[in-house]
Every structure is written in C-alpha cells, then in structure tokens.
C-alpha cells in the first residue's frame, strides 16, 4: 500500500483544546481504518510541525478524502508527502541509468 507522512501543526482552535488531542486521533484512527488504511507511525515533534503521523492507504484518493475530511474540523493543517520505501527508491533510481 502507498504510505504518506503528513506533518501537521494545530490551528490556534486545535491548541485551544488541546487536552482532547488523545481522542481526535482515536477518531482519527477510525476514520483511516474505515477507509481500508492505517497509521503505522504516530510521533509528537518539536518545531514548525506538532505531529508527524506515517499512514497507509489503498490510492491517493482514499488518503486524501480522509486528509481533507480531518482538516474540514478545524484542529489542524497539514502537508502530506508520498513516502517511498528504501527498498522502491533505490529501484526508481536504478532505473534512471
């Protein structure tokens, strides 16, 4: 399945009420496992970005339509990056020869 990293950070309504993190990304969590995806990695970081989450889905567009329907709430903004593989990037530039 394509994984994606997303940093995000919260909008000033995500830090307004940020002791419901824990059960925004329970619901989060739902939503991308209804959707046939998971979150593989989950980090809280320091910096331009509060959240670094790894998921995976089916397609692109199953990933976006759950991206966009979080970000609809208001909590967060976020940028999402097609993540490779080791493995899958070292034969995409092994084929460029």
Same mark, same amino acid.
């Given at each position: 399945?394509?994984?994606y990293?997303?940093?995000?950070? !919260?909008?000033?309504?995500? *830090?307004?009420? $940020?002791?419901?993190?824990p059960?925004?990304?329970? &619901?989060?969590?739902? =939503?991308?496992?209804?959707n ?9 970081? !320091?910096?331009?970005?509060? *959240?670094?989450? $790894?998921?995976?889905f089916?397609?692109?567009e199953? &990933?976006?339509?759950? =991206?966009?329907?979080?970000?609809r709430l208001?909590?967060v903004?976020s940028?999402?990056l ?16």
């Amino acid at each position: 399945m394509p994984t994606y990293l997303s940093l995000v950070q !919260l909008t000033q309504q995500g *830090i307004e009420n $940020v002791d419901q993190l824990p059960s925004r990304l329970d &619901a989060f969590r739902e =939503l991308v496992e209804d959707n046939d995806g998971e979150i593989v990695d989950y980090y809280g970081t !320091l910096g331009s970005y509060d *959240i670094a989450i $790894v998921t995976e889905f089916p397609d692109a567009e199953t &990933a976006a339509g759950v =991206l966009l329907s979080t970000a609809r709430l208001g909590n967060v903004r976020s940028e999402t990056l097609t993540a490779f593989p080791e493995e899958t990037f070292r034969d995409m530039i092994g084929d460029l020869s």
